[in-house]
T-cell receptor, first 117, second 112 residues
Framework: DAGVTQSPTHLIKTRGQQVTLRCSPK?????VSWYQQALGQGPQFIFQ???????QRGNFPDRFSGHQFPNYSSELNVNALLLGDSALYLC????????????????FGPGTRLTVL | KNQVEQSPQSLIILEGKNCTLQ??????????LRWYKQDTGRGPVSLTI?????NTKSNGRYTATLDADTKQSSLHITASQLSDSASYIC???????????FGDGTTLTVKP
């Protein structure tokens, strides 16, 4: 049973470029959340996708966008990269909940380390 | 503003010793609190999840406590091992917003 997978593992971009990160959820999960984790800090919630729709969003600008495919995999796109976008980007998957309690544990992928020069 | 504060920021202990990590939160209304272990360069892995009615939950050498009245949680690690060296992150879920607030973590280093 594969866990959450992310690609690529590392990525180097320059300011102003665009980047796409990919995530495949754990088998049986259909909810995917994306997080940005700067060095020495906890993950910051970007957004969550369920049934191919963005269900929740954190305090991130519109440069950050996403997509969820029918097979539940997801992409995170970041446009007009800034130096401050350098971070570990984590994807987490979970089973759907009947309400917003999200009591099911989120399973995290290994992350994509993005460096913006 | 919903916040999660963890202490200490970092901790160094000798192998075999016990330690306790703290998490104070202001998130309200509260749904659940989770502790994650994050090895360097890896994604977080869940250790425990506690709801409002639970006071203590154990997972092997890890024991989490929760006091919902004072909005405090602790993670106690018994008989530490070198492999316990990691960042431990406290996460609190806000029921209304359906959003999780992450602490910045406590970096634990276990030395031989």
């Amino acid at each position: 049973d594969a866990g959450v997978t992310q690609s690529p593992t590392h990525l180097i971009k320059t300011r102003g470029q665009q980047v796409t990160l990919r995530c495949s959820p754990k088998s049986g999960h259909d909810t995917v959340s994306w997080y940005q984790q700067a060095l020495g800090q906890g993950p910051q919630f970007i957004f969550q996708y369920y049934e191919e729709e963005e269900r929740q969003r954190g305090n991130f600008p519109d440069r950050f966008s996403g997509h969820q495919f029918p097979n539940y995999s997801s992409e995170l796109n970041v446009n007009a990269l800034l130096l401050g976008d350098s971070a570990l980007y984590l994807c987490a998957s979970s089973r759907p909940s009947g309400d917003l309690s999200f009591t099911d544990t989120q399973y995290f992928g290994p992350g994509t380390r993005l460096t913006v020069l | 503003k919903n916040q999660v504060e963890q202490s200490p920021q970092s901790l160094i202990i000798l192998e075999g010793k016990n330690c306790t990590l703290q998490c104070n939160y202001t998130v309200s209304p509260f749904s659940n609190l989770r502790w994650y272990k994050q090895d360097t360069g890896r994604g977080p892995v869940s250790l425990t999840i506690m709801t409002f009615s639970e006071n203590t939950k154990s997972n092997g050498r890890y024991t989490a406590t929760l006091d919902a009245d004072t909005k405090q949680s602790s993670l106690h690690i018994t008989a530490s091992q070198l492999s316990d060296s990691a960042s431990y992150i406290c996460v609190v879920l806000n029921t209304n917003a359906g959003k999780s607030t992450f602490g910045d973590g406590t970096t634990l280093t276990v030395k031989p």
